[in-house]
Every structure is written in C-alpha cells, then in structure tokens.
C-alpha cells in the first residue's frame, strides 16, 4: 500500500494520537517561564502524578512491618548512639535521624559540630555519621525496592543494598560539599539572600541525586558516574515535577515537621512520650517519601536517554 500516510491497517501509537489532539486545539496563554514548573507537562508523559507517588510509596511503607520496625529500632539506636557520643539534644533532631540526603546531611554536619566543635575533628564525625547513614539508605533503600519488584529474598536484598552503599555514601558525600561551598559563598549575598540559598542549595540537591541509590539498585552494571549522570537525567525529564516534589519534601522535613515536634527545643537526653510518637511518624513519612521517589523512577526508568538531551530551537 502507498500513500503519504500510514498504513490503513495499522493503528496510530496512542502516543501520536494525543500529540496530534493537542495540535488541533487553539493556543491558550501561555504560563511566565519563571512559573512553568507549576503548570502541568505539556507534553505526554508516563510520570505518575505526585499525589499517586506518595499514596503509593506511604501504602508500600505501612504494609511493610520489617521495614517499620527496623526503621522504629533505627531511630532509637541512632539517638542512643549519639547521646553517648556526648550530644545533649534538643530532641527535636530525632526527627530527621532517618531522613533523605540532603536534609540528613545537613544534620550529620549539624551533629558532628555539636558534639566535637568546629574543625578537623567535628569535620571527621559528620563525615563518619554520614557514611554510617549512607549504609542505612542502602539497605532501606533496597527493601522499598524489592517490594516493588515482587521478588528475591530478604537475605538478596541485604546484600544489593550493601552492594550500593557506595552509592549513597557519594550522595551524602557531594551533598556535604554542596553545603559547604554555600556556606562558604553564600554569606557574601546577604542574610536574606543567603538564607533563600542556602533552601534552593538543598533542593538542587535532592533534585539531581534523589534517583541515584534506586538507580544503581536496578542498573548494577552501570559504574558510579554513569549513575549519578543517569540519575541527573532522570530528573531533567520534561513533565516530571520532579522539583515540586524536592520542594514539598525540604519544606515538610525542615520547617514543618521541626517546629511541630512537643518539647522539640528543649534541651535534654530523655524525649518524652509524645516528642517519640512525633519522631516515629516523622520517620513514617521520610520513608513514604522514599518509596515514592523509587516508584516514580521505577515507572519511568525505560524512557531514560541514553546521552543528555539537546534543547532545540523553536
């Protein structure tokens, strides 16, 4: 058969048909470049929505007693850990002890200069209590995974998730060097302006590096740079909303879940009843984020490019 069009036999890719839909409808105004990101994609997209996201990483979360009990006893070990370490609160750091880089980065530095002060020894332990983090993402990481996946052994997914720690320990690790090289420049913008810097250094952050642990737990062929190049791609994907969704989780995690903590700014060792209740829901929702973050690259993991897509000219 001959034609300029398709074939008569074949039909359309669903895909092509929406295109064309949208071809055929008038213009409307168009949204300011500098609030695009709050508008919805403009293009067909396989991302899930970030309501379904975070429905569908809490729901994996809550079903999953191994990883809430692990999660819960986590929290307790690592706050006794650090208290005997010399740290004398506040309580309010319990938390985000089981938080996702870069927010948990932050507070290993914040921790580290507690205990030891300012210099190569408070340097040392935040990195210490950065790498022993690492290896809690990995793992916790892996079991998200493997709820998704359907299949493999526990024993299986401790071993993937320590297969990837070196992953997590560079995203830690280039988080913690993001922060320093702000806090080195960023006071010479000005309190108001360093302090907005400072908030968009942690969600650029969050945003490249978020998909770099699910990433290398689904590709383990790939080596380390490929992955934390890959993971950058991921999220440069059009019709993501992908930093709507770093926004939320540093808002929730920084401001919000801290200034709702009872006795949060209290100083002491002994968090009371409901300051532990508090943490422990805190530690629920790190974890739903977690899940929802792997849900949505696992959807979308196959329309990765290969090379970095070049923007073209209209």
Excluded at 1 to 29: H, N
Excluded at 119 to 135: D, E, K, Y
Excluded at 158 to 173: E, H, K, S, Y
């Amino acid at each position: 058969m001959s034609g300029k069009g398709r074939p008569s036999g074949r039909a359309l890719p669903q895909r092509e048909v929406a295109r064309r839909e949208r071809q055929a409808e008038p213009e409307g105004p168009r949204v300011p470049r500098l609030l695009g990101w709050l508008s919805g994609p403009t293009i067909d997209t396989t991302w899930p929505p970030i309501g379904r996201s975070l429905g569908r990483g809490f729901l994996t979360v809550g079903s999953s007693p191994l990883i809430l009990l692990s999660s819960f006893g986590l929290v307790f070990a690592l706050w006794v850990a650090l208290v005997a370490l010399g740290l004398e609160g506040p309580p309010g750091r319990l938390v985000n002890l089981l938080a996702l880089p870069p927010v948990s980065t932050y507070f290993d530095a914040l921790n580290g200069v507690t205990i030891y002060g300012f210099g190569l020894l408070g340097f040392l332990a935040a990195t210490g209590f950065l790498l022993v983090r690492a290896l809690l993402l990995a793992v916790l990481t892996a079991l998200v995974v493997r709820i998704y996946e359907g299949e493999g052994t526990l024993g299986e997914a401790l071993r993937r998730g320590l297969r990837i720690a070196p992953v997590t320990a560079v995203v830690g690790l280039l988080s913690l060097s993001t922060m320093i090289l702000g806090s080195v420049v960023l006071p010479f913008l000005g309190p108001g302006f360093g302090f907005l810097g400072s908030i968009l250094l942690l969600v650029a952050a969050m945003f490249f590096l978020v998909f770099a642990p699910v990433l290398a737990l689904r590709r383990p062929d790939l080596p380390l740079t490929e992955v934390i190049r890959r993971a950058a791609r991921a999220a440069l994907m059009p019709g993501s909303r992908h930093l709507l969704m770093s926004l939320l989780y540093i808002f929730l995690a920084l401001p919000v879940l801290l200034a709702l903590t009872p006795g949060g700014s209290e100083l002491g060792v002994n968090p009371g009843l409901a300051t532990w209740v508090w943490a422990l829901l805190c530690t629920f929702v790190h974890l739903g984020f977690l899940a929802a973050f792997a849900y949505r690259f696992m959807t979308v993991e196959d329309e990765i490019p290969e090379e970095p897509v070049r923007a073209r000219r209209r």
